[in-house]
DNA sequence: CGTTCGTTTGAAAATATTCAAGAATCGTGG
DNA sequence: CCACGATTCTTGAATATTTTCAAACGAACG
């Protein structure tokens, strides 16, 4: 699906908005290296395609984050694909000026959301690189929980914007392992699932006590760990 | 070892030039968050150690690289490891100036040094995930040729910096199954080991062949792809 | 109400890891 | 320059983990 069938509609920084409709893609080698995609709102995947069916989402990013197509691996088939309805932003570097104001009206500080993006990947490189299948789940549902959750009586709430598929291609396993991963953690109590795509975390220190990136991933997200009972 | 222990002498930034021994650590998490690391020489890498010996190596820095505190995965025992003597200038983000020039004289562009490095992040995470052994280890030593390779009549040619444990903590194997994977390669005739730690490409083009990443480390290398015959 | 797609699950296979022993290499000091 | 000890690397066999394949199940959609 290339680029050009987004719709887009003039923004106010000489860029363009694209609202994206649920698993929409950008594709970003033909997007010109200068450009900025900045995420308004909504959750859209950096992934590649590989031959043989292979496919590695590198990063999810969420409303707030922004993505050069210089920064992405220059791989054919990069690009990115909206998880869930998203507004993005597209704008050439050289118009971004120091005083510009994201949606939420805070100002954009290009260097400290590249460099916190650069964390995020580096996280996930060791993700995935040095956990264990179930240590990679813990994380993954910690991270959605951090980034997607609200609190509810019983436990942080949040609607799952990727399919077993796309979870898979993030933590690096294939479909069927994740779905096994997933139904152990809900036998165990841990997290329940009202619908497929719905999560509820119902013991967020039992949670944390299973990724040792806990405390990273909640340095990167501003928040501080969930107390070990 | 803590990072005060580095031999340091004023540099001309304002910024302090660290001479490192092989082997040397700076353990990042003691660094000012707007601290940043100029690579003038040498070569390092960027490791996180987890509980129960686990480690990663999230990325290799070679000479004009720049990386930030910030932009490090905020993980407890993450920190830079000298591979060879290595110059690393410490500055801080507020004292780089504009026209500030690396000890190769070229401009340092900061924007476009952090996209770089972020694409070959994210390049890694994809060598990680979705290859197999084989292509990882075709990966890196493709990687390592084309930072460190020079062409000889035999092939291209290069000390490899890093030992069978770093370079596994970096591929994301186990040492013994990397020693496997090397040992099948010389068998195959496609790379020579003068010595230990010395490599000699013999088919450079078969070597890419194995990876499906060749086209893209060549493009962030700058280089083009070798012809296949 | 049937079809389709995504998910779950079991059994077999492939792949990577662990453990342990042995070999090669490196550094040090004689 | 050689010998020794320490380290790093290699390799086989057993084990563990993950993947593959296939079938069944379930939810979503027309």
């Keep these: 699906m290339p680029a050009d069938e987004v719709v887009g509609r003039p923004a106010l920084n000489g860029g363009v908005r694209l609202a994206l409709r649920r698993r929409q893609r950008i594709a970003l080698h033909q ?19 590989l031959p043989q069916e292979r496919r ?6 969420y409303a707030g984050d922004i993505i050069s197509r210089a920064a992405a691996p220059p791989v ?4 990115l694909t909206a998880m869930l309805p998203s507004m993005v932003q597209r704008v050439r570097a050289a118009d971004l000026t120091l005083d510009m104001h994201t949606a939420a009206r805070a100002p954009i500080d ?4 590249t460099a916190r993006l650069a964390a995020r990947s580096g996280l996930h490189t060791i993700a995935i690189g040095r956990l264990t299948g179930e240590e990679r789940m813990a994380t993954l549902l910690l991270e959605m929980a951090l980034y997607l959750g609200r609190p509810t009586p019983g436990g942080q709430s949040f609607e799952i914007p990727l399919s077993r598929n796309d ?12 779905s096994r ?3 152990r953690l ?12 719905r999560a509820n975390i119902r013991d967020l220190a039992a949670l944390e006590a299973m990724t040792p990136l806990a405390k990273a991933l909640h340095e990167l997200h501003g928040t501080s760990v969930t107390q070990p009972v």
């Design 31 to 49: 997007a010109a290296p200068d450009h900025l995609f900045l995420i308004e709102s909504g959750c859209l995947t950096l992934d590649a395609v």
């Design 56 to 61: 590695q989402v590198t990063m999810i990013l």
């Design 76 to 79: 054919g088939q990069i690009g």
């Design 110 to 113: 290009l260097a400290a959301t």
């Design 167 to 178: 979870m898979a291609d993030y933590m690096a396993l294939n479909p069927d392992t994740l």
């Design 181 to 183: 991963l997933v139904s």
């Design 186 to 197: 809900r036998a165990s109590g841990l997290v329940s699932m009202p619908s497929r795509s």
